[in-house]
T-cell receptor, first 116, second 110 residues
């Protein structure tokens, strides 16, 4: 049971390059999220999706785009990378519900991105 | 004011000690509450959900105080392996968002 898988795990980019981070989950979760984590800043929500074909902006969406064409996949794109986007990116997924154990957020292992 | 606030620490405690962390949240309509644990350079992992009546899981006890808008985590008989950053997470009612505190760092010393 893989859970949430992120690729790539590491990437170095030059300023202005583009790239896509892929998140895949095999738990049939409805909700998916992209966070970035920087020292002293905690986890900040970039974009999220509450179902296939839907996306919404989080706290820090500028410079990023996302797509959720399939329920199990959530892609995060950087069209023109900037040094300020150097960070660790975490994908997470969850299922809605109020029962015990529901709506628990499960994370991928993270993707470390450096923009030079 | 941040939506979720935590004391960053570090809390340095000896093995066997009891330590408690608090987390305050600003949205009174918050619905769900969690404590996550994050080890250095790893992903956050669920430690425990926090229920209205309080709940316990082994050496860990979580409590929710809606009137004062805070949740707490108590760790008894601290182990070296408890050294980590503990993240408080809140989901505001009517949204799909999970809001994270910046975390409290715990170091358990031998």
């Amino acid at each position: 049971n893989a859970g949430v898988t992120q690729t790539p795990k590491f990437r170095v980019l030059k300023t202005g390059q583009s790239m896509t981070l892929l998140c895949a989950q095999d738990m049939n979760h409805e909700y998916m999220y992209w966070y970035r984590q920087d020292p002293g800043m905690g986890l900040r929500l970039i974009h999220y999706s509450v179902g296939e074909g839907t996306t919404a902006k989080g706290e820090v969406p500028d410079g990023y785009n996302v797509s959720r064409l399939k329920k199990q996949n959530f892609l995060l794109g950087l069209e023109s990378a900037a040094p300020s986007q150097t960070s660790v990116y975490f994908c997470a997924s969850a299922n809605p519900g109020s029962s015990i154990g529901a709506n628990v957020l499960t994370f991928g292992a993270g993707s470390r991105l450096t923009v030079l | 004011r941040k939506e979720v606030e935590q004391d960053p620490g570090p809390f340095n405690v000896p093995e066997g000690a009891t330590v408690a962390f608090n987390c305050t949240y600003s949205n009174s309509a918050s619905q769900s509450f969690f404590w996550y644990r994050q080890d250095c350079r790893k992903e956050p992992k669920l430690l425990m959900s926090v229920y209205s009546s309080g709940n316990e899981d082994g050496r860990f006890t979580a409590q929710l105080n809606r009137a004062s808008q805070y949740i707490s985590l108590l760790i008894r008989d601290s182990k070296l392996s408890d050294s980590a950053t503990y993240l408080c997470v809140v989901t505001p009612r009517g949204t799909y968002k999970y809001i994270f505190g910046t975390g409290t760092r715990l170091k358990v010393l031998a």
